[in-house]
């Protein structure tokens, strides 16, 4: 499915699946133990697409819908969900200890953590997706009786309109420091709305203000590995087009960008992620697509001054 400018989508089509996607890889690993999100489950299920609810109650088969010792599948996704899950709870942690009291979730899909972190007195959690979305998830929440943990405030604005309005409009105060998420979602902008997104975090954030981003490339060859992926996956019952929903093409150093508006970076590559939690990393060098995954990195940024 080729995106567009003004494209639109919900949870069970277009860009949005990717949140019920992930979000089944969460459901799988909270199963294994390997993460606690009681939430994921029951809200892949109420979005309704059937091949991610068999894989997040555990009916399907990673023999059934991986190829075998591919960089990435359903097994390789769940294993990347909880160690990156793992880090941005324990960022969330960090800052909470460092004295931040807001947090925005930008593209906060099917994410709970607004209702599962114990989250500090007086915490406001912004979350920020289109309107479909956050409307979806609140009211799903609601009926499974859920409360949160934090004042949850969602922000329904397209991050390619005017978000940092609808957040002020919300309730959003600049002049605090700020713990912002980017999880999954630099690879779904454009080169240049990534750019403008960042710009805008800056502008936001107060001295003192935190961000931890996820940072993944996509090339010519890993196009073509998940187009493979995911004909397996629709030969398997998978009813929603997933390939292609990204931007391709040179874009700018996440890192490095944020180091020029004045924020002090600190890189953790989503290999060394994987192997602090136990999990096997990707190998440098054995194929292209294996070691497009060994550039990937999780980015933690500081603004200097402030709380921090």
Same mark, same amino acid.
């Given at each position: ?7 639109? !989508? ?14 089944? &890889? *969460?459901? *799988?690993?909270? %199963? ?15 979005? &309704?697409?059937?091949?991610?609810? #068999? ?71 912004? =979350? ?39 957040? #002020? ?13 980017? =999880? ?38 890993? *196009? ?7 004909? %397996?996956?629709?030969?398997? &019952?998978?009813?929603? =087009?997933?390939d292609r929903l990204g931007y391709p093409g040179d ?8 180091? %020029?508006?004045? !924020? #002090?970076?600190? #890189? ?11 999990? %096997?990393?990707?190998?440098? &060098? ?23």
């Amino acid at each position: 499915m080729v995106r567009t400018d003004n494209d639109t !989508w919900g949870l069970a089509f277009s860009v949005g699946a990717t949140a019920t996607m992930v979000a089944a &890889g *969460r459901a *799988r690993a909270s %199963r294994a133990a390997l993460i606690d999100d009681p939430f994921a489950e029951p809200l892949v299920r109420a979005v &309704g697409i059937d091949f991610f609810t #068999r894989w997040a109650c555990g009916e399907l088969d990673t023999a059934d819908v991986d190829f075998p010792d591919a960089p990435w599948g359903m097994q390789r996704m769940t294993d990347q969900q909880a160690a990156r899950t793992r880090h941005i709870d324990e960022f969330f942690a960090a800052t909470q200890q460092a004295g931040i009291r807001q947090a925005v979730i930008l593209a906060s899909g099917l994410d709970a953590r607004g209702y599962r972190l114990p989250w500090a007195a007086q915490t406001v959690v912004f =979350e920020i997706d289109v309107p479909q979305v956050i409307e979806f998830k609140a009211a799903t929440l609601a009926a499974l009786g859920a409360a949160p943990t934090a004042d949850v405030r969602g922000v329904p604005v397209d991050l390619r309109h005017d978000w940092p309005a609808a957040l #002020r409009q919300a309730g959003f105060d600049p002049t605090r420091p700020t713990a912002w998420a980017a =999880e999954g979602l630099f690879g779904y902008l454009p080169p240049a709305g990534q750019d403008l997104l960042l710009d805008n975090i800056s502008a936001l954030s107060a001295s003192g203000s935190q961000l931890l981003a996820e940072v993944f490339f996509s090339a010519p060859a890993s *196009r073509e590995l998940y187009d493979a992926i995911f004909a %397996r996956w629709y030969e398997h &019952g998978l009813d929603v =087009e997933m390939d292609r929903l990204g931007y391709p093409g040179d874009r700018n150093d996440v890192a490095t960008y944020l180091q %020029r508006h004045g !924020w #002090r970076v600190t #890189r953790t590559l989503l290999n060394e992620l994987l192997v602090a939690n136990g999990f %096997r990393p990707h190998a440098v &060098g054995r194929s292209t697509d294996e070691t497009m995954f060994t550039e990937n990195y999780y980015c933690t940024a500081v603004l200097p001054g402030g709380l921090s």
